[in-house]
């Protein structure tokens, strides 16, 4: 995607943000918090929600989209024929969302944490649910996410009936834009309605003659009580990483970072390749093994990528 220059503001219009999108209209909050239905024009960049536009008050009471801002990231899905399509744009922070086993999956995690380092978007990881662990289980749950915290990563341990780690979580996200990602079952739509205090997270007023008519839909930006917003939506909930090429999964990886210099060859990929110095630090327990194995998995899945397209 090509970014706009930033310019002077064209008369007449507007800074806002997109909240939500339903297909030939946006909606978009006003600096004051109303919140206005906006019309695209013809052939321009479609916004997603996150956006940050300008937009020009019409005199029905509704807006027209004049141009999408720069973005800072772009969150997009992929689909089985290799294209992406955008869902959410502005994200400051990726909630990776687990649950003890089995759902707990660290090759999982790691696809997430690829995906958040090359957008360079901040990853939080939440073990959720840890009520239901035993102090057997919780010790096991520690070690597997000791090297994550080694990384490091922020990681917490959440429970939605003790409310252990959800005050912990708030203030990681204060001030960010952040989206919940993770498999069915962890308990994101628990904790998406925790971070509102059990109530509907609250969104600004909207006009009468703007976005009112509009009571649903697929993706949606929400302001939380104790600062900060969440974009949500079954689409950004199931965000995965795209097809990446093998240079991008080694980005993903950024413990490995340390040892590249050391190894024999220039081009190595560091999974078989003789004098590698990754494949030592990962002997000698410097890298963690369970990472280093999601690693050769996604190498692997980047080589059959590229063969297949």
């Not at 536009?53 to 005199?59: K, S």
């Not at 800072?72 to 400051?92: F, Q, Y």
């Not at 003659?209 to 930006?221: I, S, V, Y």
Request: hydrophobic share 35%; net charge neutral.
């Amino acid at each position: 995607m090509q970014k706009i220059k930033s310019t002077e503001h064209q008369p007449d219009t507007r800074p806002g943000l997109v909240i939500s999108y339903f297909g030939s209209s946006v909606a978009v909050e006003a600096e004051d918090g109303q919140v206005f239905q906006c019309h695209l024009r013809r052939n321009q960049e479609i916004p997603v929600v996150g956006d940050r536009v300008e937009w020009q008050l019409e005199a029905d009471n509704t807006g027209t989209i004049i141009r999408v801002l720069d973005r800072r990231s772009l969150l997009a899905r992929g689909d089985a024929h290799g294209k992406t399509k955008p869902i959410a744009a502005n994200v400051d922070t990726i909630v990776i969302v687990m649950a003890p086993p089995p759902i707990f999956s660290e090759y999982l995690v790691d696809r997430y944490l690829v995906a958040a380092e090359l957008l360079k978007i901040q990853p939080i990881l939440v073990l959720n649910k840890a009520d239901l662990l035993d102090d057997t289980s919780r010790q096991g749950a520690m070690e597997r996410l000791e090297p994550y915290r080694r990384i490091p990563y922020s990681v917490v341990l959440s429970s939605i009936m003790t409310a252990d780690g959800l005050q912990e979580l708030g203030g990681h996200l204060k001030g960010k834009t952040a989206v919940l990602v993770g498999p069915s079952g962890v308990g994101k739509s628990s904790i998406i309605a925790a971070l509102g205090n059990g109530e509907a997270i609250r969104i600004g007023e909207v006009s009468p003659k703007g976005a009112g008519k509009h009571t649903t839909t697929a993706t949606r930006l929400y302001h939380l009580p104790q600062g900060g917003s969440l974009i949500d939506s079954p689409g950004v909930r199931e965000f995965n990483l795209w097809q990446v090429s093998k240079k991008e999964v080694l980005q993903g990886f950024k413990e490995f970072e340390t040892f590249l210099s050391g190894c024999k060859f220039r081009d190595c990929l560091h999974v078989v390749e003789p004098g590698c110095e990754v494949q030592a630090a990962m002997m000698s327990g410097k890298i963690s093994a369970q990472r280093y194995a999601s690693y050769q998995e996604l190498i692997k899945e980047a080589d059959s990528y590229k063969n297949k397209y």
